[in-house]
């Protein structure tokens, strides 16, 4: 491994996660209408809360996969022969959705925990907030495709990918909800 090699397995660890990256901003963009959990309680609490809406699901999912296969077709273009990472054929749609979804999920996953810890819709809860989406991509991913997970973030250096991508991660999410505030599409900050 040249110091070019290690450097590119950390760029395409950054590259094959942007469906998981899109999601939550695409979320806030699609979301209103009806909440996931109808409103209903529990224990007294919502179960998850007004800001978990179909809208927001399935544009988030969806947005997710649609960045993915604009990503596939760029390196099909470009004649990559694993998809510039995204694993081979018959895989690499079917990572796109578990990535995708899985972010959506694991930030509804994130709100369930937030309401079980009585915190309202909204309020702040850090590292819970800019990691609940990327756990659930992560697990998703690795349920399904774990051969995928191991080689692109776990296995050799390219667990340097995954300490930067969490870096990486985290400051997008900072930046992005930032901007999504001022611009007066997001009610808070974070
Ligand atoms: N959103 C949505 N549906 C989703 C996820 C997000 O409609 N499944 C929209 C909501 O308008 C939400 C906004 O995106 O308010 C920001 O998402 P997020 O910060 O995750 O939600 P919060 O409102 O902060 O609620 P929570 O405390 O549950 O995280
Ligand atoms: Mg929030």
Redesign the pocket.
């Known amino acids: 491994m040249t110091a070019w090699d290690i450097a590119l397995t950390v760029l395409i660890g950054i590259w094959v996660f942007v469906p998981a990256l899109l999601p939550?901003p695409a979320?806030?963009l699609?979301?209103?209408g009806r909440p996931?959990d109808s409103g209903r309680t529990w224990n007294g609490k919502r179960i998850?809360?007004d800001?978990?809406?179909w809208?927001?699901?399935f544009g988030?999912g969806f947005a997710g996969v649609a960045i993915g296969l604009i990503q596939i077709g760029i390196a099909y273009l470009i004649g990559s022969s694993d998809l510039w990472g995204f694993g081979p054929f018959w895989s690499n749609v079917g990572i796109l959705f578990t990535l995708s979804f899985g972010a959506?999920l694991g930030?509804?996953g994130?709100?369930l925990i937030?309401?079980r810890m009585g915190?309202?819709?909204?309020?702040e809860v850090p590292i819970l907030?800019q990691y609940d989406f990327l756990i659930g991509a992560f697990l998703l991913t690795a349920l399904f495709y774990p051969n995928w997970i191991y080689s692109t973030y776990i296995g050799g250096w390219s667990i340097l990918a995954l300490v930067v991508l969490l870096l990486v991660t985290y400051i997008l999410h900072r930046v992005v909800n930032i901007i999504g505030y001022k611009a007066g599409v997001?009610?808070?900050p974070w």
Do not use: Q
């Open positions: 939550n979320a806030v699609f979301g209103g996931i998850l809360g800001g978990k809406t809208r927001g699901f988030g959506v930030d509804m994130g709100s937030k309401r915190k309202e819709r909204g309020a907030d997001k009610n808070e």
